[in-house]
Each structure stands twice: as C-alpha cells, then as structure tokens.
C-alpha cells in the first residue's frame, strides 16, 4: 500500500516542500526513513509511534518505507511529524485524505499526539502558496503566524485525533483566514524615551547619522570614553522609516526560522537592532552550524548592526564581515548542503582613539599615556579592507560644559525620520528600473549614471583623492555619500558643498588619525 501527504522545511529562510511518501508492505515489523534525514527526522519513529497508539489508532505492524522526497536535500527538525503520522494513519486505511488533497502538515507531535510548535512556518507557508496549494495544517500556536500570509486557509491542530475530522469542514476546528498580510500590522509602538532632541551637542555627528540612514551607509564614530558614541548610536532607530511590506515579510521570515519571533500574530515593521558582544564568535555573527541557521548579520537584516568598541572584537572575526558588507547576503556551504541568508544592513560602529581612549581629548585629569606603536597596533586590529567598506568616519569630540548648560538642541528624531524618508522616496523612485533600493548599494554603471560630478567637484576630488591616498572603493563611497547629502537637500546634482561635506567624513583616511603623532 502507498500514500503521500506534502509536508515542508526550511533551507536558509525560504520554505521548501517536501513530499512524504508512505509505503506497507509485508515482512517483519519495522519503520525506516529515507531521504537524508537528520537525528531529529530519524527519532521522529518514536514519536509517530507512540502517539499514534496514544490517540487510539492502530500502528502497522508492517514493514513502513518513508520516503522524503526530493532526496537529495537534507532534511532536518521535528515538522516532519504530523506529516509522517498522517501518512501512516491514511495509507493503513484508518483515516480518510479526502480533506487532506493540496494541503501542508507541519508539526512536532508530543508522545501523547498533542502537537508542538515548530520554527519557520512563515517561511513553509509561503512557500505552499506559492505551490499552489489550498490550505496548511498547523500547531495551534503557529496559527496566527501562518495567517500572516494571505490566500491560503490555516487550520490549527492541537491533537493527532483532529486530523480525521479534516474531510468535514463543519467539524473540523479551523478557521479561514483571507486577509492579506500587508493590512496585519503590529500594534503601535510607544514613543520611545530616546530621542535625538535630548542630545546636547554632537550636531555633526547627527548629521552624519542621518546621511548614515538616508542611504544606508555605514558609519564609524571615533572618540574618547564618555563623548556620546554609544548613546548616539542606541538612537539611531529611532530616525528610520519602518519597514515595507516586502521588507517585513523578509525580516519576519528570518526571526521565524531563527525561532526568535516572539509575536507570532504581525509582522515585525520596526528596523532590527542588534548589538552582539565582542566575545561574539564568527559563526555567531555571519551564521552557521552543522545546519546553517542565520547570524547577528541577517538578524540585523534591514536593520542595524552595531558593534560597540570596534577594535575589541577577534580581527578573525571582524574578517568575516567582508562577503556580507559587499554583497549584501551570506552563502554557508557545508558537505551535503548550503544556505543562502540576506544581509543588507548599516553597519553602524564605535571606537576610541587610543588603547587609553584619550589620544587628542586630553584633559586637566586624564591624558593619554599610548605610545606611537601601541596606537599603530590598537588602530591594526581592523583591516584596511574593512575600513573601506565604512563609508562614514565620523570624530566625536569631548564636549565642553557650555554644550550642555545650552538650550539649543537640534532636530529631533521624528524630523529627522521625515528628511529621511523624503530621501529614501527619492532614491526608490529614481532607481525603479535599476534593481536597487538605496544609494549605499550603487556599483559600476549605476555609479557613474547617478553620481555625476561637475566640472569643479570633480577637481576637488582628484586633489582629495592624491591627497589622502584614497582606495578606490573609498572613491566610490565619497561619491554616493554626496548623493545622499545632495538627496537630502532636494538637489537634482552633486554641488560641489556635497562632494566637500562627503570628503571630510573619511577621517581615518587622514595621516593624523592613523596612530600618529
């Protein structure tokens, strides 16, 4: 006898469906799983057993064969349960597929046929949908994240026994949920207590900040201890547009297979925020394991990526950021299998200028007591190459009393997340046929059709360029800073006070920040 049911896994953050089919035939009682399944496949025998016996059905005692197809992809985790005992009930002839025709099983049984949550049902779902089929069957608690995709019915299990009455809509305890999951927004966020308009000083770092969000560059901040880095950093979410709807499906998707969504009801629509620890490992923040899962790095997808006191983390691991930050995704191959992760992120970063942190902030009571060599070998732990791919060093300077005891303090976050959001219409508008959203992603051709100097600004950047030794991606990232500052500005043009501001935010590039005195 044979019987086939579709169930579904995750490879990287897309859905993969999976076809499980189900063979008895006669010889010893025994049960095999084939298609390359991993421990947690393989012990799902136990668990289909006994629960099939616990919900009063009968288990074969035959030879069973499943078969999880296609069988070259590796398959891992416990959604593979429900589908596998359902398959077994129908091909003994216990239950009825009727119901069960185009639809997807996703569950974990417990030995008492209760079923479990799983990660990555977002994802899985998805994936049905766009296979064409008509409903998924789902544990109860990841109902509410499979509703988050639209056109497809969910059906919330809590029990194996509730499989049977799937052929009978009337009986059956599901629900249809049709909406479309761009009208399923979360609820609205209080206004944070940390805004830009409480920071007294630092108005060119804010500024910076803000050319950072418009064009999704990264930034650098260098300064002694105390001088706001981190506290300027922590508020930069605050000044970002909440995500698209295409955006939040793909940044939902990543904390769904990560199993890090904790309101399984919406979609995540503010930018992520992540601050690893410099203990952090390489695996810990680019993704891997013996079964890819993502890292800090598409954790932080769409969203920031900061890393507090830059020279502290592992050169080795800091390495690592390179494939990242250029191409904006991460491929992990292993032996049988290989994942593909995105992160398009800011990279937003911190430092002292010094071991010490006083070099150039000295002070009545603290002076900097780093020779020429130990900031040389402070300033080494990160290479040139990733220097590079930060577009924006920005020096924070110790602040006076007088900054303080003013009153003037600036623009606040939600007009800053106003000229930003003006910014990023412009840009998605003008590259709707280029395949980029942003001008921190512009390369080759596109570069030079939308970064077009003047006459004047193009002299200012030879001088620049020989003067400071500049590589030439610092080059190109001079050149799409400017167009996000001439964005800001509403300026169909690079001017040539763009191209000026743009320059001056290269400050490592400088001798007399490169660790000497």
Not at 89 to 115: F, K, M, N, Y
Not at 147 to 174: K, T, W, Y
Not at 306 to 314: H, K
Request: overall charge neutral; aromatic content about 4%; glycine content about 8%.
């Amino acid at each position: 006898m044979y019987g086939k049911v579709t169930s579904g896994c995750v490879n990287g953050i897309d859905g993969q469906l999976i076809e499980v089919e189900v063979d008895l035939s006669s010889g010893l009682p025994h049960m095999t799983i084939v298609g390359l399944p991993d421990s947690a496949v393989r012990e799902s025998i136990e668990r289909v057993r006994a629960a099939i016996k616990n919900c009063t059905f009968t288990f074969p005692m035959e030879r069973i064969t499943v078969n999880l197809a296609p069988a070259d992809l590796r398959k891992e985790g416990s959604a593979f349960d429900l589908a596998i005992a359902v398959g077994i009930l129908a091909t003994s002839g216990q239950i009825s597929v009727a119901g069960l025709e185009r639809s997807l099983l996703i569950g974990e049984l417990a030995l008492d046929g209760s079923l479990r949550p799983v990660p990555g049902v977002l994802s899985m779902v998805h994936a049905a949908k766009q296979h064409g089929l008509a409903q998924v069957f789902v544990p109860a608690e990841n109902a509410n994240e499979a509703r988050l995709i639209s056109g497809i019915e969910v059906r919330p299990v809590s029990h194996l026994r509730h499989i049977a009455q799937a052929g009978s809509d009337n009986a059956f305890n599901g629900v249809n949920h049709s909406e479309r999951f761009i009208h399923r927004r979360s609820p609205e966020v209080d206004p944070s207590c940390e805004d830009y308009a409480d920071v007294r000083g630092q108005q060119h770092v804010k500024r910076a900040l803000m050319i950072a969000s418009a064009g999704m560059h990264n930034i650098m901040l260098i300064g002694p201890p105390g001088s706001g880095k981190t506290m300027l950093i922590r508020r930069l979410p605050t000044i970002l547009p909440p995500l698209t709807d295409q955006e939040a499906l793909e940044v939902t998707k990543i904390y769904s297979v990560a199993g890090k969504l904790t309101d399984r009801a919406h979609l995540i629509r503010s930018r992520p925020f992540r601050a690893p620890h410099h203990t952090v490992s390489a695996a810990g923040l680019i993704g891997g394991g013996g079964v890819p899962k993502p890292g800090e790095v598409s954790l932080a997808h769409r969203g920031i990526l900061f890393l507090d006191e830059l020279p502290e983390f592992p050169r080795h691991v800091l390495e690592v950021l390179r494939q990242p930050l250029e191409d904006r995704s991460v491929v992990i191959g292993r032996a049988r299998t290989s994942a593909h992760f995105p992160s398009h992120f800011i990279l937003a970063a911190s430092m002292n200028p010094c071991p010490c942190g006083y070099w150039g902030a000295e002070t009545s009571t603290h002076f900097c007591t780093c020779s020429p060599v130990k900031i040389q070998q402070y300033r080494g732990k990160i290479s040139g190459p990733l220097l590079d791919r930060i577009d924006l060093h920005v020096e924070v300077p110790r602040l006076d009393y007088s900054a303080f005891a003013g009153n003037e303090a600036g623009m606040s976050s939600a007009e800053m997340r106003e000229r930003i959001s003006a910014a990023h219409d412009i840009q998605k508008r003008r590259y709707t046929e280029d395949g980029a959203q942003f001008n921190g992603e512009l390369t080759g051709r596109l570069l030079r059709r939308h970064c077009r100097l003047k006459p004047d600004a193009e002299q200012l950047l030879a001088r620049s360029f020989n003067a400071l030794g500049l590589s030439a991606r610092a080059h190109d990232r001079i050149l799409k800073i400017a167009r996000t500052i001439a964005d800001l500005e509403g300026s169909d043009s690079i001017e040539l006070p763009h191209l000026a501001e743009a320059i001056q935010y290269r400050s490592l590039d400088r001798s007399d920040l490169n660790g000497t005195r």
